[in-house]
């Protein structure tokens, strides 16, 4: 007596096969676009920062290199602009479906918002309902706001 079965393997074989190779296919796809969109950004970061290091030399110059900046880092420039001591480009990385252009600014740093006063743990040990008397290095009226959450 013949199975009417035989051979049913090989096909179930063959379609797991290529279910694995477009799942693979596409974890690679995903992969390429990650690699580039990295690319572009590092490129665009670069360039900016180097823009930003030459203003003084006028537009031209910075944004020339810039552009070699991003050269050397695989990608090309699309558009670079400085204002002032600020510059403003745009880098673009991979081919047809997996080109990316990314912005970047630098110039230099505005102005620091102060740092926060360092807590003691000392200062945050009390008891249910009750402030802390400890006294933080800054005065004790800042020490007053420290309180357990929750109460």
């Known amino acids: 007596m013949v199975s009417q079965d035989r051979g049913s393997a090989t096909v179930w074989t063959v379609g ?3 279910v694995l190779c477009a799942v693979f296919g596409a974890v690679l796809a ?5 690699v580039v969109r990295h690319r572009a950004a590092g490129a665009a ?5 180097a823009a930003a ?3 003084m030399d006028g537009g031209r110059r910075a944004c020339g290199t810039a552009e070699r900046v991003a050269r050397a880092q695989g990608a090309r420039l699309v558009r670079c602009a400085i204002e002032g001591d600020v510059s403003e480009v745009t880098a673009a990385s991979g081919r047809g479906p997996f080109s990316v252009e990314v912005r970047s600014r630098a110039g230099p740093a505005g102005p620091v918002a102060p740092a926060p ?3 003691r743990p000392s200062a945050l040990r009390s008891g249910p ?4 008397g400890a006294v933080d290095p800054i005065g004790p009226e800042a020490a007053t706001e ?4 929750g109460m």
Request: no cysteine; glycine share 8%; net charge negative.
């Open 45 to 49: 970061d670069l360039a900016a920062l």
């Open 117 to 119: 006063s360092p807590v």
């Open 30 to 34: 995903m992969g390429h676009a990650v």
């Open 53 to 55: 290091d030459h203003w």
């Open 146 to 149: 420290f309180r357990r959450p």
């Open 16 to 18: 797991a096969i290529a």
């Open 129 to 132: 309902g009750e402030t802390s």
